[in-house]
């Protein structure tokens, strides 16, 4: 059982979600509990001779009655032991650095690297070429841009 413990004057107080779960049910079931820990501090893998280490193992070998710990519940290990319902879920969640002030001048710039505008600039002027070519006329890029802009040709 991994449980954050606050020791003091030889008494025992479990903190945290586990901790506070162990309390409700032995108080509601009335029950005294000891805590013991695996000696490899796993929650449990199979063994190559299907033996378990850690938490599952005990409770295979019948050294505890329960495991009380934030234990995935994989296939294999449903063959062995009975798991309650789930009493937490956890998300997954990304941390990445806080950004600093943005300046509102250059905002919309911001999303793409300079490549990338780059590259739109040169595909956007090229594009105004093949268009003008395809129209076989003359016509100055400003009158171009704003033609292809607006819709009108």
């Known amino acids: 059982m991994c449980l954050k413990r606050k020791v003091k004057f030889g008494n025992i107080k479990l ?15 009335k029950f005294k509990w000891i805590i ?3 000696p490899d501090r796993e929650s ?14 005990m409770i295979q070998r ?3 009655d329960m495991a009380l710990n934030l234990i995935p519940m994989t296939e294999s290990r449903t063959n062995v032991v009975d ?11 990304f941390i990445v650095e806080k950004p600093g002030t943005v300046s509102p001048k250059w905002v919309l710039l911001y999303p793409f690297d300079n490549v990338v505008w780059f590259c739109t600039l040169m595909i956007f002027l090229v594009g105004l070429n093949i268009f003008a070519f395809i129209l076989k006329r003359k016509v ?13 040709i």
């Open 140 to 152: 100055s890029y400003c009158a171009l841009f704003f033609s292809s802009c607006l819709g009108v």
């Open 36 to 38: 013991k820990t695996p």
């Open 62 to 64: 019948k050294e505890v």
């Open 44 to 57: 449990g893998r199979m063994n190559e001779n299907g033996s378990w280490t850690g938490l599952i193992g």
């Open 15 to 29: 903190h945290g979600i586990e901790g506070r779960f162990l309390d409700l049910i032995s108080k509601t079931l």
């Open 83 to 93: 798991f309650s319902d789930p009493y937490t879920i956890y998300d997954v969640t």
